[in-house]
Antibody, heavy 121, light 107 residues
Framework: QLIESDGGLVEPGGSLRLSCAAS????????MIWVRQAPGKGLEWVST????????YYADSVQGRFISGRDNSKNTLYLQMNSLRDDDTAVYYC????????????????WGQGTLVIVSS | DIQMTQSPSSLSASVGDRITITCRAS??????LAWYQHKPGKAPKLLIY???TLESGVPSRFSGSGSGTEFTLTISSLQPDDFATYYC?????????FGQGTKVEIK
């Protein structure tokens, strides 16, 4: 099970941290990803983080502004979002990679329900 | 980055119809493609991975095929629960890009 923290309303240029609490699997053996869906748009990959947290990857649209992290002792994934822009408004999902120990070669088999982030003044 | 292009962007169909959705990758991704079903307010659901492997619990009316750059998702007999948006996703790289989605609506 994956449960995202509440999102919220934030002004342009502001920051917000999302969290995703995991249960029911050995958290530190699976890579995780963040995906978002802007209003009326499709799914957009945001970030991938390895099981150890050592390796992180970002979409060009968030590179340098967003930081993925994880606390494996707390079975929790994080997305620190800085310098937020209007076009970051979206529902954000965390998802688990299906296979142990890989950041590629496997899709996502479990997803959170999503949390809405609105960037607006 | 690998770009994924789905077609059509939307389609109207009736219960019992057979439908096919196509996904094209901008470069070869072998068979590292997944299909998801997404309904409003819900989490996306994995249907098929590695192009043609049905995820556990997914009805057999869903099937996938293809390799390299061309892939298809087929629903053999559309059911009321199948009206949703469908996305392909490549997982050949760490940047797990999606197609733009295909919305399946009731005719």
């Amino acid at each position: 099970q994956l449960i995202e923290s509440d999102g919220g309303l934030v002004e342009p240029g502001g920051s917000l941290r999302l969290s995703c609490a995991a249960s029911g699997f050995t958290f530190d053996t699976y890579a995780m990803i963040w995906v978002r869906q802007a209003p009326g748009k499709g799914l957009e990959w945001v970030s991938t983080i390895s099981g150890t947290g050592v390796s992180t990857y970002y979409a060009d649209s968030v590179q340098g502004r967003f930081i993925s992290g994880r606390d494996n002792s707390k079975n929790t994934l994080y997305l620190q979002m800085n310098s937020l822009r209007d076009d970051d408004t979206a529902v954000y999902y965390c998802a688990k990679i299906r296979e142990v120990g890989t950041v590629t070669t496997a899709p996502c088999d479990y997803w959170g329900q999503g949390t809405l982030v609105i960037v607006s003044s | 980055d690998i770009q994924m292009t789905q077609s059509p962007s939307s389609l109207s169909a009736s219960v019992g119809d057979r439908i096919t959705i196509t996904c094209r990758a901008s470069q070869s991704i072998s068979n590292l493609l997944a299909w998801y079903q997404h309904k409003p307010g819900k989490a996306p659901k994995l249907l098929i991975y590695k192009a043609s492997t049905l995820e556990s619990g997914v009805p057999s009316r869903f099937s996938g095929s293809g390799s390299g750059t061309e892939f298809t998702l087929t629903i053999s007999s559309l059911q009321p629960d199948d009206f949703a948006t469908y996305y392909c996703q490549q997982f050949n790289t760490y940047s797990k890009t999606f197609g733009q989605g295909t919305k399946v609506e009731i005719k």
